[in-house]
């Protein structure tokens, strides 16, 4: 729930505003570290074709009314990512983008509908270089807050210290005992064998779950509370199934280069060596989608564009963090709410 008072409120702002002028500095000192090393700052646009082809983010919808009476769909964007490789494509090199991003149905002590999103590439870097970056984000923030710790729920976590790294198949065989990498293609042969698990790890699934439904509740309910906690954590090599925008691993074309960080349990960035192919690329937006419209009833067009971009793109890593998450933690913010300037108001009928 969000928090109750209005923002406006000068007593609830009073007790904001230290915490948003924090923001601010963070911002600012993350901004120079990037300049410092060759990256350009993008702005990419908001209003899109497709918000995104991802089967479980939702979008907000708009319209276009051009003059001559045509109508375009258009919608608010989930992510820079579309953009800012095609700008990429286009030649950039090293880009950030500090984005504005909307998902619907998302409000909580960790959600907003409309958050910031700190996004940034590299190309022809590998993915990896992106764990160093994560490394050096966490330092900057606690440093210009002068905070020596970061603390959400409970759990610690030392910022300045090295991230541990662990792949998917090691986290799942620790935290929960399962073999993971026995499962991953994800036909319903490797969804049975998965569920079995699941269920002798004592992990609750339903007749309906397909593969991706069973990963996703070992991961929330087993494996993600536990990263992040005394030092940050880079959970890496995911699935290729669950990595609809990466690159298969050279080593294994079971798993993508993808990986998330996580600070006291919570997710704060999700980074990619990317996909290049359009042909692939395709494919996978269009398994997503087909999977969107079984569960929702819905889905969202490609972006022809983006697509034909792909074609001329370098390869590169990318990487998106959450950048609202991450001064709450360097704060001290019990919600995310409390470090967003102007959250979104309650409707009449939010509490209905």
Not at 1 to 16: K, L, V
Not at 175 to 180: E, K, N, P, T
Request: hydrophobic share 45%; charged share 25%.
């Amino acid at each position: 729930m969000a928090p109750a008072a209005p923002f406006w409120r000068p007593d609830h702002h009073a007790a904001r505003r230290p915490l948003l002028l924090q923001r601010g500095r963070i911002k600012a000192r993350l901004r120079g570290w990037f300049e410092a090393d060759g990256f350009v700052e993008a702005e990419a646009g908001v209003l899109q074709t497709s918000p995104g082809n991802e089967a479980h983010l939702h979008a907000f919808a708009t319209r276009f009314e051009q003059p001559g009476a045509h109508v375009q769909p258009l919608f608010l964007h989930t992510s820079p990512e579309f953009a800012l490789k095609k700008l990429l494509a286009a030649g950039e090199t090293r880009l950030f983008d500090f984005a504005r991003v909307f998902r619907n149905g998302e409000r909580s002590a960790l959600h907003h509908p409309e958050f910031t999103m700190l996004e940034w590439y590299r190309a022809g870097e590998t993915y990896e270089s992106l764990f160093a970056d994560c490394a050096n984000l966490l330092r900057l923030a606690a440093e210009t807050v002068g905070r020596h710790r970061f603390l959400f729920r409970g759990r610690e976590c030392d910022p300045f210290a090295e991230p541990e790294r662990i792949t998917l198949a090691e986290a799942f065989e620790r935290f929960a005992g399962i073999d993971l990498l026995a499962t991953v293609s994800a036909t319903e042969t490797d969804r049975n064998a998965l569920a079995a698990q699941a269920r002798a790890a004592g992990i609750r699934v339903a007749g309906d779950d397909v593969w991706a439904d069973v990963f996703s509740r070992v991961l929330v309910e087993r494996i993600e509370p536990r990263l992040g906690i005394g030092r940050p954590t880079i959970l890496h090599e995911y699935p290729v199934a669950e990595a609809a925008l990466a690159r298969p691993a050279p080593h294994d074309e079971r798993v993508a280069e993808r990986f998330e960080l996580y600070a006291c349990g919570v997710e704060l960035a999700n980074g990619f060596g990317e996909l290049t192919d359009a042909v692939v690329q395709r494919a996978r937006f269009e398994a997503e989608m087909a999977e969107k419209r079984r569960v929702y009833g819905h889905d969202y067009p490609l972006d022809e564009d983006f697509l034909a971009a792909l074609d001329i793109m370098p390869e590169a890593s990318g990487c998106a963090l959450g950048f609202d998450r991450l001064v709450m933690l360097a704060t001290g913010a019990e919600h995310v709410e409390q470090v967003i300037w102007t959250p979104l108001a309650e409707g009449p009928h939010a509490r209905a």
